[in-house]
């Protein structure tokens, strides 16, 4: 067993396959070129942010610390070394997202809980993805 700054490398994590892995790195890839577009259209500010945000009743001023959030919490869950404090931040993100989307009384399912579903997704593409989160978060039963 060899160690690289502290981390043990060359050990073969029980029933990750690189299937999953690869598995997980796309799900990652997918969500993580939406939100990164969702953070960039938040410093740019086109004219369907703008309406977005005067219908949700967020000031336009928020637009650009909000996508500063989103950025930094992005780019920390795609990095393998901090993408758990990166899913926290996310998840912390999102619920925001639903809870603002609650208190305008959106569509449940639709709308309300879209967010939900990133933050679902978020998570499963890190189990996917990293052998530590899966021994954290066992999914199947031991045998």
Same mark, same amino acid.
């Given at each position: 067993?060899? !160690?690289?700054?502290?981390? *043990? ?13 690869? !598995?997980?790195?796309? =799900? ?18 086109? @004219? ?5 945000? *005067? ?28 993408? =758990? ?5 996310? !998840? &912390? ?7 603002? /989307?609650?208190?305008?009384? /959106?569509?449940?399912?639709? /709308? !309300? ?8 997704? *978020? ?9 530590? *989160? &899966?021994?954290? =978060?066992?999914?199947? @039963?031991?045998?």
């Amino acid at each position: 067993m060899e !160690t690289v700054a502290g981390n *043990v490398v060359g050990i073969s994590e029980p029933g990750v396959s690189r299937g999953r892995r690869v !598995t997980g790195w796309i =799900i990652t890839g997918l969500l993580g070129a939406f939100m990164l577009l969702d953070a960039l259209m938040k410093f740019v500010q086109p @004219k369907q942010v703008a309406t977005a945000f *005067v219908r949700t009743g967020w000031p336009i001023q928020l637009s650009v610390p909000l996508g500063v959030i989103l950025l930094v919490s992005v780019i920390l869950w795609l990095v393998p070394r901090t993408a =758990i404090l990166g899913a926290i931040l996310l !998840t &912390s993100y999102l619920g925001g997202a639903a809870a603002a /989307n609650l208190r305008l009384l /959106n569509p449940l399912f639709s /709308n !309300t809980l879209f967010p939900v579903y990133f933050g679902v997704l *978020v998570w499963l593409a890190l189990w996917l993805r990293e052998p530590l *989160v &899966s021994a954290l =978060i066992p999914l199947r @039963k031991a045998s």
